[in-house]
C-alpha cells in the first residue's frame, strides 16, 4: 500500500503567525543625549558634556555631567543614567542608571521618567515591577513622550501591571503614532486589523501599515504584502504583494523570506522561478524558519530549483521534524519508510509519523497504521517509547 504524502501547500505565516504579535521595543531609548538646562550656571558644563559625547569622547563627557549631576542637575542625571545604561564610557551597569534615572525622574524629567519604567518593565537594574514602570510611564505619556506612550499601550494591551484594556491600548498607540513612533504605527494597525479596541477596519490597519512600513519596519513589510496577497483592505494584488515581501526579506525577515519563496513556486505576483523560491526558502531554513525547512526539503526530493538530493532533504525536514512541524515529520517518515536518503528504517518512520498523528494530521495517522503492518510487536513498541521520548526542539 503506497503511503500518503502530503503536498499541501500552506502559507509561511498566516495571520496568527505574523499578525499576532503586539511589539515593543525592548531595549533601553537609543542613547539621545538630552540637555535640559535647568540654570544658566550649568549650561556652559552641559554644552561641554554635549559636545564631547558628540564627538564620542564619553570620558571626558562624564567628568563633565557627574558634577553637575551630584549637583542636582536633572539633565546631568538623565546623561548619566543613558550612559551607564549602554555603557558608554563607564561599564554597563543597570543598578546606577536606575539611580540616576530615578534621581532625573523625581525632578520631572520626562525622558528619564520613561527610561525608568522600561527599566522596571524589563526588570534591569532591580526586580521587575510592572506597577512601577505603569507609575513612571504614566507621568511620561501625559507629558507627550511618544515612547512611553507606545509602552503604556503595550502594558494594556498585555495587562502588565493594569488591568488588560484594549481600549486604553488604542488610546497610548494611536497618540504615539500621530507623533510617528514606528512601532506605534505598527500595533495600531494590529489592532484595527483585528478589531481589539476599536471596530475592525482593515482599511484603517492598512494605512497605518503603509506608514510604518515606508519607515522601513520589516514586519509592517511582511504585513501589507499580506493584506494585498489576501485581499483584505485593499484589493488583492500579488505583484504588490511580492514588493513588499521583498523589501522585508532583504532586511532578513525570515517569514517575509518564506513567504517570497512560496509566492516564486507558485507563480504569484512574479515569474514561476525555483530556483528563485529556493533561495529564499534557504534564508529562512538558515534561520530555524520550519516552514522554509520544510519546503526547502521538499525541492531537493522533487529536484525543483536544486538537483534533486534525498540527503540534502533529510537535513532539512529532520531540522524542522525536530521543531515538531508536522508536514516534516510526516515527510521524515516517508524518507525512512522508503529509505531514499536514509537506511530504511520502519521504526523511525512510525515514531514520526505517531508524533504527527498525535498532533491530529491525518497523513501521520494513515501512514503510521500503514507502516506498522510491516513491523513486530517489539519494533513496535519501541517506535512508541521514542515517541514519548521525543522532545521539540528550538530552530537551528
Known sequence: MMLDRSMKSRK????AGIRNRILTKGCIVKAIILFISLCLPALAELTAGQQAAESGDYATAFKEFL???????AAAQLNLGIMYAQGQGVPLDYQKAMQWYRLAASRGVAVAQSNLCLMYAQGLGGPRDYKEAVRWCSLAADRGVADAQLYLGVMYARGEGVPRDDEKAVHWYRLAAEEGNVTAELNLAFMCDQGLGVPQDHEEAVRWYRLAADEG??????????????????????KEAVHWYRLAADQGNAAAQVTLGHMYSQGLGASRDFKEAA??????ADQGNAVAQVSLGRMYTEGFGVPQDYKQAVQWYRLAAEQGDTFAQVDLGVMYDQGKGVLQDYTQAHMWFNLAAAN???????????VARKMTPVQIAEAQRLAREFKPQAGR
Open 217 to 238: 519596519n520589516a514586519i509592517a513589510q511582511l504585513n501589507l504584502g499580506l493584506t494585498y496577497a489576501q485581499g483584505v483592505g485593499v484589493a488583492r494584488d500579488y
Open 12 to 15: 509561511a505565516l498566516g495571520n
Open 279 to 284: 533561495r529564499f526558502y534557504r534564508l529562512a
Open 67 to 73: 558634577p553637575l549631576a551630584m549637583q542636582g542637575n
Open 360 to 370: 491530529g494530521d491525518a497523513s501521520g495517522i494513515k501512514n503510521r497504521d500503514i
